[in-house]
């Protein structure tokens, strides 16, 4: 279990770091720059459910506090929710002393994802996330041109789901 932690800690330093320079998606054949969706903001919650709070906050603080960086002086407390449910899977956006992280029952050790400071996270609800490999979320920052988000992805290729920032898409939003 300490080896999957770390190996999990290394892929969000590792994520973390490119993520200030992501590249724009190829278009290669297998995947392409451009993405049509009808957006899914999820549904705004007014009260983290208990099992989802403290998961998160759990993962915060192991991720951030350590014997040279101690739990802040105001404590690790989860702020605000919102909930994406899909046919085949539900996931948690948990706000965390004001990091936000994904999470599901449907992930390994029930955390989908790094830690976002800003941004806007949206699936597309005509292919929504099953919590498989290439799984899709986007994320809107406001440092983006509009119509521009980061490519959040489970690796295809990848033995565990965990989603990570890939690559900068251009998104074009259907409306109905």
């Given at each position: ?48 459910p208990a099992h ?45 002393n004001g990091e ?12 989908c994802s790094e ?62």
């Amino acid at each position: 279990m300490t080896r999957f932690i770390l190996t999990l800690l290394t892929l969000v330093a590792i994520t973390t770091a490119a993520a200030q320079t992501l590249p724009p998606c190829p278009d290669n054949g297998e995947s392409s720059s451009r993405r049509t969706i009808t957006p899914d903001c999820g549904k705004a919650l007014t009260e983290v459910p208990a099992h989802w709070r403290e998961r998160a906050q759990r993962a915060w603080s192991m991720d951030y506090v350590s014997k040279d960086h101690p739990e802040p002086a105001t404590g690790v407390h989860a702020s605000v929710a919102r909930v994406f449910r899909f046919p085949r899977a539900t996931f948690y956006l948990v706000t965390v002393n004001g990091e936000q992280g994904l999470f599901s029952d449907k992930c390994p050790i029930e955390r989908c994802s790094e830690w976002w400071t800003d941004g806007t996270l949206v699936a597309n609800r005509d292919y929504p996330p099953a919590a498989v490999p290439g799984d899709e979320f986007y994320l809107r920052r406001a440092n983006l041109p509009e119509g521009r988000a980061v490519l959040v992805q489970a690796d295809p290729m990848g033995a565990l789901y965990v989603l990570g920032e890939r690559c900068i898409v251009t998104l074009t939003v259907r409306t109905k």
